[in-house]
């Protein structure tokens, strides 16, 4: 599977952006307490390494090349969710 394909496909995977929405929803709750940077960066490792570990050992794609494109997947994911909770925040009063 290239690269591309492997990118589509997670992106296209709705657990994973159920993942990422539940993670800033998360986010907006504990912001006062843990910041939002860190606690954003450390959802995105840990849903772009979870998802490939729990699908076993079956995947014909390295592990190391499944995270990476999970990562860059969820960054891309990320960066649509955060940019709808903008705009979401600033038409409410």
Do not use: K
Not at 26 to 55: C, K, N, S, Y
Not at 67 to 83: K, P
């Amino acid at each position: 599977m290239t690269m591309t394909e492997l990118l589509s496909t997670q992106l296209t995977d709705p657990f994973r952006l159920g993942l990422i929405v539940a993670l800033v929803v998360t986010m907006l709750r504990t912001e006062a307490v843990t910041g939002r940077w860190l606690p954003l960066a450390a959802g995105v490792l840990f849903v772009a390494f979870i998802i490939p570990a729990t699908m076993g050992q079956g995947a014909a794609t390295p592990f190391w090349q499944l995270v990476a494109a999970g990562v860059i997947a969820n960054v891309l994911l990320l960066a649509v969710v955060m940019a709808i909770r903008h705009v979401v925040l600033r038409i409410m009063p």
